[in-house]
């Protein structure tokens, strides 16, 4: 089925976002927030493995309220 395909696609691109912004932390700048990061990233990877395992909506919609929260506070943060 097509759909499901490219819903795993997605999901798998999203894990590929996901892993590569964990991947860019450099906790020796800031160590805290790097960890708080982490810690949000791995929810996030967890979130998207049981949402494409189950093929069901609440643990894509819990990752993507995490990550549009995080890019709201990043976008704040740059605007001051």
Same mark, same amino acid.
């Given at each position: 089925?097509?759909?499901?395909?490219?819903?795993?696609?997605?999901?798998?691109?999203?894990?590929?976002?996901? +892993?590569? #912004?964990?991947?860019?932390?450099?906790?020796? %700048?800031?160590?805290?927030?790097? $960890?708080?990061?982490? @810690?949000?990233?791995?929810?996030?990877?967890?979130?998207?493995?049981?949402?494409? +395992?189950? #093929?069901?909506?609440?643990?894509?919609?819990? %990752?993507?309220?995490v990550?549009? $929260?995080?890019?709201? @506070?990043?976008?704040?943060?740059?605007?001051?």
């Amino acid at each position: 089925d097509r759909d499901v395909k490219t819903k795993a696609q997605m999901l798998d691109h999203a894990l590929q976002i996901v +892993v590569e #912004l964990k991947a860019s932390l450099d906790p020796s %700048a800031a160590p805290v927030l790097c $960890e708080n990061l982490s @810690a949000l990233y791995d929810f996030v990877t967890e979130r998207l493995v049981s949402a494409s +395992v189950t #093929l069901t909506l609440p643990p894509l919609d819990q %990752a993507t309220r995490v990550m549009r $929260e995080l890019g709201e @506070a990043f976008r704040a943060a740059h605007a001051k």
